[in-house]
């Protein structure tokens, strides 16, 4: 059933088949990886097998060959390496300003002192912030993608609501029952798998579920409307 599901909903979606996988947890989600279309894979746990319906679970796997059609792993492994680097080229500033001397002159006055103070006070706090803003810029890529694959996933099955429903249905178990993943890996999933930590949500990998949820019901309003207008022409 599964395999003959991802298979139709590619179809529509105009990409390949990917690889199907089910892992075996009782915490419901979902995640896709691959760097490009051809090289896709979707996995759905047990869990989530057992607690959606049809149609949420078409939804749900719509969304994930969202984020393979518009290429989202290559493009999170892209900013996280750009972050890393940020953050590695912080480091290596640390260590100059640590051990590259700033001592002054025979002639150095009180003014050149202080703005050499200044100057490595300044650099000092451009080093800290630095690898926080990479963070953070990694963070609302991720969240972004979410929303986007949210709209493709809607579109390909034709039903915003029914990924509204899992959405709203998936954060509910995730809040009871959270997956033990790596957190480096927690952005793929389709809703958070650490719910209820103490991560502060301007470090969220994920959008909140009902900024998502109100979302795609404004999607399925607009579309509501769209086919009343051409019903009434």
Do not use: C
């Not at 609302?140 to 029914?162: K, M």
């Amino acid at each position: 059933m599964l395999h003959g599901l991802v298979a139709e909903l590619a179809r529509r979606a105009q990409i390949p088949m990917p690889r199907v996988y089910i892992v075996e947890s009782e915490a419901p989600n979902a995640f896709a990886t691959g760097r490009n279309p051809a090289h896709g894979a979707v996995a759905v746990t047990s869990g989530l097998l057992r607690i959606l319906d049809r149609d949420e679970l078409a939804a749900v796997i719509a969304h994930e060959l969202g984020h393979i059609k518009n290429r989202d792993t290559l493009l999170s492994a892209v900013a996280a390496t750009v972050a890393g680097a940020i953050t590695m080229l912080a480091e290596m500033a640390q260590w100059a300003l640590m051990f590259g001397g700033h001592g002054v002159g025979a002639s150095g006055g009180d003014d050149e002192e202080e703005s050499g103070v200044a100057g490595l006070v300044g650099g000092l706090f451009m080093i800290m912030l630095a690898p926080i803003a990479a963070t953070l810029i990694q963070l609302a890529i991720s969240r972004t993608r979410e929303f986007i694959a949210d709209a493709a996933g809607a579109r390909v099955v034709g039903d915003p609501l029914a990924l509204a429903s899992a959405l709203r249905r998936l954060e509910r178990w995730s809040a009871r029952l959270p997956m033990a993943v790596n957190p480096s890996t927690a952005h793929m999933y389709i809703v958070n798998p650490f719910h209820g930590s103490t991560i502060a949500s301007l470090f969220r990998t994920h959008p909140p579920t009902e900024q998502r949820i109100a979302r795609l019901e404004q999607l399925a309003f607009g579309q509501r409307r769209s086919a009343l207008g051409a019903w009434s022409i």
